[in-house]
């Protein structure tokens, strides 16, 4: 049975707040990080940018027009760009333009309307689209290249940039270069242990400010952590799933490295590499697929932490922030069933709190 | 004195300054008073006066005949012109039983008992004479005074709490009144004390309102058992509660009163109404008002008598700057809207705000995107979403479980809500729904045990015919067996 509400009831002031104030602080804050990942890869970074997004957007219209629902209020709500910007962060930034279409549609379409729109999806789309171009594309997935700035010596220029995007991609070949996850997982399985494999590699310093191969908008540790300190000052994010995730991974990687220095880099590369940082602060607490309570929340994010340690150390990927923030998705409905904050003048389980010291004041 | 933390709330923009700084005034008297028999918690009151009749101030014109009720006097003297039904200044504008009276503008009162001193009047003498006067909770609660004065009988109690926090944006009626009367407040709460005997009181008021508290303070020097706290603003500060839990640190046991823990709450505009009643004998029949909002012209607190139209509230403030969104009785959290500026102010009305369509800041809502803002606003612990969701769905038994029942419609979770989700709609909604629904299952189940008392009373009735034909039959044979042994005999 539905009901119509009634149009009384309160409150009649609000908070100045919307969706799309939400995810327009988002954006914002997302704002240094990609501005530094399209200069730092150029133009076909940026066509690759705008090709997601806009993607994202047509999508959303189609759903919502396919499934007779108002497209206005929901396109403005921000929610499929946003989805279309963090995907395309996650992507190599020289991908061709298809690897984009695709993903945002699978965000948009996969991920995100067949749940039932704005709220209602169970997994994270840009996730669920990365995790499912990864499987099917692994090779575009995983061709990085080094830095090449806009303008800069060496550069591809604008119409080379369309070929790299839009024309056929096998010319990477000759410039791709491994991101540090990646190439310490290579030597290591070719037996090179960390004290070679970690020559000549990017110092900690360049990982902090993102001078490196990766995702487009996963370089720069330092960035990304500014964006994430503006949502956390706007209260639009809590620190508990950043911190905790940070912390388990941290945590882990110390006790790892000082039992096994050779195989495990310590916690420092850990942090700063790969799509941690971006994970921490921008994908795992995405707002509709993470828990609603505080120890929920906690919970959730020792366990991306965990999960994304486990899939770097131990497993044929060098990263897992997409599977263990998918992982983690579909536990939080059993999470935000069983964790709930305790309801006041109840205890723990439900019952009427009893003051034991004085019984009650209750004359007999 | 060491206050404790409650968890959530929110800080809505008080708005005060808009008529904090009004003295209050009287309002010109107006044609015709309309005085509801049901402006409090419980059963109406019975009319004691005759269409026609010429009445006093101050004279008892409804009688409350129930246990939860309360009086309802004339507000001035004048000529009641009807008694009959009028649009109620609730939400749903039914009509409820309401007296009309012309003021014959002599404002002359009945004959009052002289002034006595309440601290001679026993215990019972003190809850009658406020139960007389026809005070309720003037908080905007409602619930008759004495009945909350007589819970000594029933429970151990140590303290009372005056709430004086007013966190309700807007409102400034209780702020004026402790500025300007306080004295008089103070007297009430001492009666108080007496009436409940218990050891101390804490008069709480938020710190947003210094005036209010240096005032209280004077008048309280020199009483030692009696403490004026500064608390912090946040909304729901007032919740009576979580009030006492800022104080005491102690949570009331789900489902029980403050006085399960030895607390009796009481507003401070009640405070003032007892002295007024206990001491001199004048029952309840004005109240102080906030006219206020951004649509107001100039916004005031004025002092009201009951039954005057809404109408002349606002026309004495000059009407409005711009069309309102909403006009309300109460603050935005709690308060209502009123159907109808011609409903008459009752007992329980702080504030009569019109709100601009930018204060009221209402837009079409949106799916929830769980982003847990209402969750961490709730001052109850509740996850306000999923009770929603259940509520929407009709599963009204799986809202119950989570805590539906717990939830005091404060609405600090949809005041942070960004999608806009009518979450305290919903829970209104079910809450509503489930009293129905209990009543027709307690109906359902009235005539279950009508009709089985009825067939167990035929039954026995049927029983008692067949016993009774049997031993009628008996008798017969027996007189037939005499008559044969006689007839035999003979
Ligand atoms: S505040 Fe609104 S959008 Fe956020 S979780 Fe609660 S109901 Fe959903
Ligand atoms: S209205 Fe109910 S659910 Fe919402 S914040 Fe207040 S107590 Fe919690």
């Known amino acids: 049975m539905k009901i119509t509400v009634p149009i009384i009831g309160g409150p009649y002031t609000h908070e100045t707040s919307s969706i799309n104030r939400l995810m327009l602080w988002v954006m914002l804050a997302l704002l240094p990080v990609t501005a530094y990942g399209l200069y730092l890869f150029g133009w076909p970074a940026i066509f690759l940018f705008t090709v997601t997004v806009l993607t994202a957007i047509i999508a959303e219209a189609l759903s919502l027009w396919i499934a007779r629902r108002p497209i206005k209020p929901f396109l403005l709500d921000g929610s499929a760009v946003l989805t279309g910007w963090l995907l395309a962060l996650t992507l190599p930034p020289w991908a061709p333009w298809w690897v984009g279409v695709v993903g945002s549609l699978l965000a948009i379409v996969i991920g995100k309307q067949v749940f039932g729109g704005l709220g209602q999806n169970l997994f994270n789309p840009a996730m669920v689209a990365r995790v499912a171009l990864l499987i099917s594309f692994p090779l575009q997935l995983t061709t990085f290249v080094a830095p090449h700035p806009l303008f800069a010596a060496g550069s591809p220029g604008f119409m080379d940039s369309l070929h790299v995007t839009f024309g056929h991609a096998a010319q990477l070949d000759g410039i791709s270069s491994a991101t540090l996850l990646g190439h310490i997982r290579t030597q290591l399985s070719q037996g090179i242990d960390l004290s070679k494999a970690l020559l000549n590699q990017p110092s900690l310093t360049q990982l902090l400010w993102g001078n490196t191969a990766g995702s487009m908008g996963e370089t720069s540790a330092l960035l990304i952590l500014a964006g994430g300190l503006l949502l956390l000052a706007r209260r639009i994010i809590s620190w508990r799933i950043p911190v905790a995730m940070l912390a388990t991974v941290a945590v882990l990687a110390t006790i790892m490295h000082m039992l096994d220095p050779l195989r495990y880099p310590d916690a420092a590369y850990h942090l700063l590499s790969g799509s941690l940082m971006l994970g921490a602060f921008f994908i795992a607490t995405d707002l509709v697929t993470s828990p609603v309570t505080g120890k929920g929340q906690l919970l959730y994010a020792v366990g991306c932490g965990l999960l994304i340690y486990v899939i770097r150390s131990w497993s044929g990927f060098p990263e897992g922030v997409a599977f263990a923030v998918l992982l983690m998705n579909a536990l939080t409905p059993l999470i935000d069933y069983y964790i709930k904050p305790r309801v006041y003048g109840r205890t723990h389980r439900g019952e009427p709190i009893q003051y034991a010291d004085e019984a009650t004041s209750k004359k007999s | ?490």
């Open chain 2, 1 to 490: 004195m060491k206050l404790f933390k409650i968890r959530g709330g929110v800080h809505p923009d008080d708005r005060k300054k808009l008529s904090a700084n009004k003295a209050i005034e009287p309002m010109p008297m107006p044609k015709l008073l309309r005085i509801p028999l049901q402006q409090h918690i419980g059963a109406p009151a019975e009319p004691v006066v005759r269409k026609g009749d010429k009445v006093l101030k101050g004279q008892l014109l409804a009688d409350s005949k129930s246990v939860i009720s309360a009086a309802v006097h004339a507000p001035t003297s004048g000529q009641i012109m009807a008694i009959g039904n009028y649009m109620a200044p609730h939400p749903s504008g039914l009509p409820i039983r309401t007296i009309t009276l012309k003021p014959d503008h002599d404002d002359r009162w009945i004959e009052l008992p002289a002034e006595v001193d309440p601290f001679t009047l026993t215990l019972d003498e003190i809850v009658k004479r406020v139960a007389d006067a026809g005070i309720v909770g003037m908080g905007g609660a409602t619930f008759p005074s004495a009945v909350k004065l007589g819970l000594r009988k029933r429970y151990e109690l140590h303290t009372l709490v005056l709430n004086g926090a007013e966190c309700e944006p807007y409102l400034t009626c209780d702020d004026r009144l402790m500025r300007e009367q306080a004295d008089d407040i103070l007297d009430g709460i001492r009666i108080m004390m007496h009436a409940l005997q218990v050891e101390q009181a804490l008069i709480a008021i938020e710190n947003n309102k210094p005036e209010a508290l240096a005032a209280m303070r004077e008048a309280s020097s020199g009483f030692n058992k009696i403490k004026v706290i500064n608390v912090p603003t946040r909304y729901p500060m007032g919740s009576e509660k979580h009030l006492v839990q800022t104080l005491t640190g102690k949570e009331t046991p789900a489902r029980a009163l403050t006085a399960d823990i030895g607390i009796v709450v009481h507003n401070v505009a009640t405070a003032h109404a007892v002295h007024d009643a206990v001491r001199f004998g004048r029952p309840l029949i004005s109240r102080v008002v906030t006219v206020s909002g951004g649509a107001i012209q100039q916004p005031r607190n004025l002092h009201v008598l009951i039954g005057t139209p809404v109408q002349d509230l606002l026309d004495y403030c000059g009407g409005f700057l711009e069309q309102p969104s909403h006009i309300l009785s109460g603050g935005p959290m709690m308060g209502h809207p009123i159907p109808d500026t011609k409903v008459p102010v009752i007992k329980g009305f702080n504030g009569v705000i019109a709100l601009t369509a930018k204060e009221t800041a209402i837009r079409p809502p949106m799916p929830c995107i769980r982003c847990a803002n209402c969750v961490t606003a709730c001052p109850c612990g509740l996850v306000p979403l999923e009770m929603a969701a259940r509520a929407r769905n009709g599963d009204l038994q799986g809202a119950v479980d989570l805590g539906l029942m717990d939830c005091i419609a404060c609405g600090s979770c949809a005041y942070v809500c960004p999608a806009h989700v009518p979450l305290v709609q919903y829970f209104n909604y079910a809450k509503g729904e489930l009293t129905l629904r209990q009543r027709a299952e307690h109906k359902q189940a009235e005539t279950k045990r009508l009709a089985e008392q009825r067939a167990v009373r035929i039954e026995h009735q049927k029983k008692a015919k067949r016993e009774a034909m049997m031993r009628r039959r008996q008798e017969a044979a027996r007189k037939k067996a005499a008559a044969q042994t006689t007839e035999t005999e003979v």
